[in-house]
């Protein structure tokens, strides 16, 4: 009878080593409550949003002067430097001393010991992000790639694209969602110049 009493108890401690590992809690349900995925409408909104509260215009859009000062021109806004305006003359030598970096007075150029950065049209026309897919943009400010492809050149200064890498995929997709959906303004901006010898 013991005999039998402690096989007993073996069998169902073994019985209970195998199964304890299969006693991992299930997945609840599914419910039906599932995210909601975002209206095109609601993407626009929230983009327009993240692009006003990070600034982008401060450096993308070109600006009329008013008499409170330089605002975003709306008629070309986000398309990036003018290039039908020259770039005008700076003094070389300033630049030189590395001591200063000079912003031209749209603050769409910039000049400092990268050379001269000229900011990007993020409008949708062909000479903006037009072409470009999420993916593409996602590298570009995740990982400061121009246009967004591998084996390009790095993102020059001042793009402050490294603030942005901790941004979330939804929050992305909203602000690309809102610069699809502007103007688009055909403004070819010019190469970067690289720094002087
Ligand atoms: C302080 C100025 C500044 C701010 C603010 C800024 N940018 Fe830029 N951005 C630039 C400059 C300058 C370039 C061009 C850099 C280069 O040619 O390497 C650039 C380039 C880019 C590019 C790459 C374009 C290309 O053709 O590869 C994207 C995309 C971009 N910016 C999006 C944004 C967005 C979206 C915001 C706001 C969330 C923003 N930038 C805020 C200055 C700025």
């Known amino acids: 009878m013991k005999w039998m009493y402690l096989a007993a108890t073996a069998a169902v401690g073994l019985a209970c080593a195998f199964t304890t590992h299969s006693n991992t809690p299930t997945p609840p349900k599914r419910t039906g409550h599932q995210p909601k995925q975002s209206s095109q409408g609601e993407l626009v909104k929230r983009g327009q949003y993240l692009v006003t509260i990070m600034g982008c215009a401060d450096c993308h859009a070109p600006k009329k002067m008013t008499p409170k000062g330089p605002a975003p021109d ?3 806004f986000l398309s990036g430097y003018n290039s039908d305006i020259p770039l005008g ?3 070389k030598d300033l630049v030189k001393t590395g001591q200063w970096v000079l912003f031209n007075g749209q603050n769409t150029a910039f000049i400092g010991p990268w050379g001269v950065s000229f900011a990007a049209n993020l409008t949708p026309d062909e000479t903006g992000i037009g072409n470009w897919s999420l993916e593409q943009f996602n590298k570009a400010m995740r990982q400061g790639k121009f246009r967004g492809v591998d084996n390009s050149r790095p993102l020059l200064p001042p793009m402050p694209w490294p603030n942005y890498t901790a941004m979330t995929d939804a929050d992305m997709r909203a602000v690309f969602t809102y ?3 502007l103007k688009p ?10 720094p002087a010898p």
């Open 74 to 76: 709306m008629d070309r």
């Open 89 to 91: 003359t700076y003094d």
């Open 179 to 181: 610069l699809k959906s």
């Open 185 to 194: 303004v055909s403004n070819p901006v010019p190469a970067a110049i690289p």
